[in-house]
């Protein structure tokens, strides 16, 4: 079975940084797409960032040039690098796989670690 768990969350002050890193296990597909969502309560999911195989990125704009989408396919981790974080950037972050490149629906989840930016 697919596992995806994220580490890395945590509290910081406006302008720092975190690490977010997404450990995938038992994903077997050569064509697929990764990414970052987040979501407060009460409010809709957002993605925040995505990948695919082909190499195609995705960024919402409200974290163009603050935020980068990696992988280590070696070490199969998934990153999101958060800089110059803002108060509206805290969130519960879940990583999520698509078995399909297109990032049109992603089938598997992680469970999620809490983003807390302190103005």
């Known amino acids: 079975q697919v596992q995806l768990v994220e580490s890395g969350g945590g509290s910081v002050q406006t302008g720092g940084s975190l690490r977010l890193s997404c450990t995938i296990s038992r994903f077997r597909y050569s064509m697929y797409c990764m990414g970052w969502f987040r979501q407060n309560a009460g409010q809709e999911r957002e993605r925040v960032a995505s990948?695919?195989?082909?190499?195609?990125?995705y960024y919402a704009d409200s974290v163009k040039g603050r935020f980068t989408i990696s992988k280590d396919n070696a070490k199969n981790i998934l990153y999101l690098q958060m800089n110059s974080l803002k108060p509206e950037d805290t969130a519960m972050y879940f990583c999520a796989a698509d078995e399909r490149w297109s990032c049109s629906e992603f089938d598997y989840w992680g469970q999620g670690t809490q983003v807390t930016v302190s103005s």
């Open positions: 990948r695919n195989s082909d190499g195609d990125q």
